[in-house]
T-cell receptor, first 116, second 116 residues
Framework: AQKVTQAQTEISVVEKEDVTLDCVYE???????LFWYKQPPSGELVFLIR??????QNEISGRYSWNFQKSTSSFNFTITASQVVDSAVYFC?????????????FGKGITLSVRP | DSGVTQTPKHLITATGQRVTLRCSPR?????VYWYQQSLDQGLQFLIQYYNGEERAKGNILERFSAQQFPDLHSELNLSSLELGDSALYFC???????????????FGPGTRLTVL
């Protein structure tokens, strides 16, 4: 069975600090997909990134970067120079290969508070 | 805006009642997923439909049912409601091409259900 663990529950930083959100996953599949979603106070879930299990290249998008390490089953998310608008709950999710069956298994989420 | 619409935004009802939540997927997306977000259970997959057919089931109670219509919109029916059913219900859609799992899911704004 697949499982996603986000051990950090709440993180508080001061604006402009860098912050890393951890994600550890478990799966028996050799092909799988990892995702990060953001849930701001307004409540919607916003897709941030998808990573394939066979592509271990790190990715950077503006102030966001993702570090995927298969050896440690981790897919960590770093926000550089955090801003107040980054305050949200961040979810890591896993989807195993299964044709059209691609349900997401979510972690419990990390509440990030960025103080001015 | 993800392109996924859900109605209503808020729903307040009493125990024992039945409600219907509605979802319209993004244009062109054939797959619809329903998730429940509650404080104690987190974000949990309920059920998936693909082009009108049920494709996968998660932790969905027998009191809950769903369907996807020919125009691809979906409805989630919740009956004999209990206090514990109070939650945020999300609908998501994805394209689901070959090897479906890689396609990211785009979430609607959610329906907040309060059972009194």
């Amino acid at each position: 069975a697949q499982k996603v663990t986000q051990a950090q529950t709440e993180i508080s930083v001061v604006e402009k600090e860098d912050v890393t959100l951890d994600c550890v996953y478990e799966t028996r599949d050799t092909t799988y997909y990892l995702f990060w979603y953001k849930q701001p106070p307004s409540g919607e879930l916003v897709f941030l990134i998808r990573r394939n299990s066979f592509d271990e290249q790190n990715e950077i998008s503006g102030r966001y970067s993702w570090n995927f390490q298969k050896s440690t089953s981790s897919f960590n998310f770093t926000i550089t120079a955090s801003q107040v608008v980054d305050s949200a709950v961040y979810f890591c999710a896993l989807s195993e290969r299964g044709g059209a069956n691609s349900k997401l298994t979510f972690g419990k989420g990390i509440t990030l508070s960025v103080r001015p | 805006d993800s392109g996924v619409t859900q109605t209503p935004k808020h729903l307040i009802t009493a125990t024992g009642q039945r409600v219907t939540l509605r979802c319209s997927p993004r244009s062109g997306d054939l797959s619809v997923y329903w998730y429940q977000q509650s404080l104690d259970q987190g974000l949990q997959f309920l059920i998936q439909y693909y082009n009108g057919e049920e494709r996968a089931k998660g932790n969905i109670l027998e009191r809950f049912s769903a369907q996807q219509f020919p125009d691809l919109h979906s409805e989630l029916n919740l009956s004999s409601l209990e206090l514990g059913d109070s939650a945020l219900y999300f609908c998501a859609s994805s394209v689901v091409g070959a090897g479906g799992a890689k396609n990211e899911q785009f979430f609607g704004p959610g329906t907040r259900l309060t059972v009194l």
